[in-house]
């Protein structure tokens, strides 16, 4: 009699591969936009989309890139990253199974049946562009911190962005004066 159930789990070298692998085991993937449908898309990917009018062997570029996971960074677009692209290219174009729309009333003799057809285009995924170039930042050297402004100067700037503040007279108050300087003038 066994006192533990001993259950097949995956061969240990496997388990111990990914642990050694870590993240490098996992690929740079992109998720896209086309045909009002999101897809995680890797290089090499074969996926079906809605038609896109392309024959079969060109490349198409694909610009609506939502988010790219590349090298362990995330950039993620709101709505689109700018710059971004998927290269891919056409397999084929094709339909899918036939689907039946059946209609039916009871007691009534209405019926209707239609069928349709989904027209598909079949990708394979070549390349994940991101688009985003790496800027070199610009060093401070002695010229620039002389260019600093002193204090005064920073203040007299500061000064100048403040807007002033309106007082905001309304009717009521302007007539009351207009009255006031009327009985000022009588008097004298």
């Known amino acids: 009699m066994l006192l533990f159930d001993i259950k097949p789990y995956a061969p240990i070298h496997y388990s111990i ?5 870590g993240s490098d085991f996992m690929s740079d ?4 936009q086309t045909g009002g449908r999101q897809y995680r ?8 989309v809605e038609k896109i009018s392309v024959e079969a062997g060109e490349q198409v570029e694909l610009n609506d890139i939502l988010l790219i996971n ?12 700018q710059g971004a692209s998927v290269l891919a290219v056409v397999k084929s174009q094709h339909r899918g199974p036939k689907i039946i729309i059946f ?7 209405y019926r209707r049946k ?3 057809r989904q027209d598909y285009t079949r990708l394979e995924i070549q390349e994940i562009r991101s688009g985003i170039t790496t ?3 610009a060093t401070r050297t002695s010229a620039s911190a002389e260019k600093t402004p002193s204090k005064r100067t920073r203040t007299s ?3 100048e962005k403040t807007p002033t503040k309106r007082k905001r007279v309304s009717k009521s108050d302007s007539n009351d004066e207009q009255i006031s300087e009327e009985i000022n003038e009588s008097e004298v």
């Open 135 to 137: 800027k070199k930042r």
């Open 114 to 116: 239609n069928g349709h």
């Open 70 to 81: 590349e090298n362990d960074e995330i950039l993620l677009g709101s709505p689109n990253i």
């Open 17 to 21: 591969g990914i642990y050694l692998l």
């Open 29 to 32: 993937y992109a998720v896209i």
């Open 157 to 159: 700037a500061s000064a």
């Open 103 to 109: 209609k039916y009333k009871n007691k009534t003799h």
């Open 41 to 48: 898309v890797e290089p090499g990917d074969v996926l079906d």
